[in-house]
């Protein structure tokens, strides 16, 4: 019997092709690393690390993990390397587990500045298991270093975290070495985001900054979804026993058997990171950023724009990402520095470059790509949100429904479409 998820993968496959992703955390993956995924890797249990499995028959996937390991330490220049968390949630849990007890202090960037929720938001395990305080962005939308020394000298945290998912600027690693050193706290770098610009030498490294560095692999990196926690020279020093705690940490902490099908796809996607093409993709990523966002009035020195709407109305960030979904530009809506309407109504949107640039586009196009957006966003003036509470679920159902048949929005549909359908999507076309 065919199965009823092939059809709905197909429908999938038009979306991703005949529009523009622009998801910052968002990427295609190439048809190898989409080979190895998909591959007979998954029938394995393999609970353990190599040479030291609970199963017989991992021969060959620890000749795997062990390749993995091998180019991520290459790639990132540290001397140990973890492959197996899940995803990025879970490396950020493992270090947490790894360095702090339950209770301990952990220091992250807000949620409203551009953290991450495992950084210490409010609902996440990191607040729920830990003391979380956090630090935040300035008026300038950067890191008040200033604050960020404050708390620490203050709440003396076990772990600060060095990491963004919506930040528009590179970020000063020296500055955060400081501060730890000052508390002695173990300082983590998290480059989920920006860990392809690293590999592509256009941010700076944490390597010789930072004690342990976590990343996702499937965002600027462009691997498959997953995650690896390293370990820098410094680390080692500061505690020679991390390795095996943060081990410790993923199994039998956190989870039970390796993913050795994401283990393989993340190896071919450090091959291909490992390639010098990869160098120019990375450069080109972050000049298309800057031009998208010089064209949207805003500054961006990585992969991703923030957009506030505030000059559109009241609480855009819904009414933004509906009326740019229905264009077929794919972007989420975000809180803003100092956010004037609600953290759950925010008043931006976030976009970002990677997917577009892996299509092949170049500064020309976002030009013409921003052209889009702002005529997209022309549709959403004076569907400002209400300022009463209750209202605003209905009014944004209804929003929605109005932008769906929105004939402006019809027609830069329709635009996109031919525009998008001339850049290749690696493993669909
Ligand atoms: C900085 C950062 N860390 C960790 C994560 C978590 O990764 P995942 O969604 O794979 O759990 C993200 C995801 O957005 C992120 O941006």
Redesign the pocket.
């Known amino acids: 019997m065919a199965s009823k998820v092939f059809p709905l993968i197909e429908k999938e496959k038009i979306r991703q092709v005949t529009g523009l992703e622009m998801i910052p955390?968002e990427n295609y993956v190439s048809s190898d690393v989409l080979k190895a995924l998909g591959s007979i890797l998954t029938n394995k249990y393999s609970e353990g690390f190599p040479g030291r499995r609970y199963y017989g028959g991992n021969e060959v996937i620890d000749e795997i993990e062990n390749y993995a390991v091998d180019l991520a330490k290459k790639l990132f220049n540290v001397p140990v390397a973890l492959v197996q968390s899940y995803?990025?949630?879970?490396?950020?849990m493992a270090v947490t587990m790894a360095v702090c007890s339950p209770g301990d202090t952990v220091m992250g960037l807000a949620l409203s500045s551009g953290g991450?929720?495992?950084h210490g938001a409010n609902l996440s395990f990191s607040s729920i298991f830990y003391k979380a305080v956090n630090y935040n962005v300035g008026k300038d939308w950067k890191i008040d270093f200033e604050e960020l020394e404050a708390l620490a000298l203050k709440h003396k945290p076990k772990l600060i975290w060095a990491?963004?998912?919506a930040y528009p600027y590179k970020l000063d690693y020296k500055k955060f070495r400081k501060i730890a050193d000052k508390v002695g706290a173990t300082l983590v770098a998290?480059i989920?985001?920006i860990a392809g610009l690293i590999v592509g030498g256009v941010h700076e490294s944490p390597a010789p900054f930072a004690d342990i560095i976590?990343t996702?692999t499937?965002?600027t990196l462009r691997g498959p979804?997953g995650?690896m926690v390293m370990v820098t020279e410094r680390g080692l020093k500061k505690d020679p026993e991390i390795k095996s705690k943060i081990e410790r940490a993923i199994i039998p902490g956190l989870q039970g058997g390796p993913h050795n099908h994401q283990t393989a796809a993340i190896a071919v996607s450090l091959e291909e990171a490992l390639q010098p093409s990869f160098k120019k993709y990375a450069a080109q990523v972050a000049k298309n950023a800057a031009v998208l966002a010089k064209e949207l009035d805003t500054t961006s020195e990585v992969h991703l724009v923030l957009m506030p709407l505030t000059s559109y109305g009241y609480g855009m960030g819904y009414q933004a990402q509906y009326a740019l979904e229905e264009a077929g530009i794919t972007v989420n809506k975000n809180t803003i520095p100092g956010e004037p309407a609600s953290p759950f109504y925010p008043s931006g949107i976030r976009l970002g470059t990677p997917a577009l640039t892996t299509r092949g586009m170049k500064e020309k196009d976002m030009i013409k790509i921003a052209g889009w957006i702002k005529r997209a966003l022309e549709e959403i003036r004076g569907l400002d949100l209400p300022q009463e509470q209750d209202l605003r679920k209905d009014f944004l159902k209804e929003t929605k429904k109005k932008l769906h048949t929105n004939k402006n929005l019809k027609i830069i549909r329709a635009e996109i479409k031919t525009f998008a359908e001339k850049f290749p999507v690696p493993g669909i076309n």
């Not at 995803?87 to 950020?92: F, K, R, T």
């Open positions: 955390s995803s990025g949630s879970p490396a950020n991450h929720l495992t990491g963004t998912t998290d989920a985001h976590t996702t499937h965002k979804r995650a």
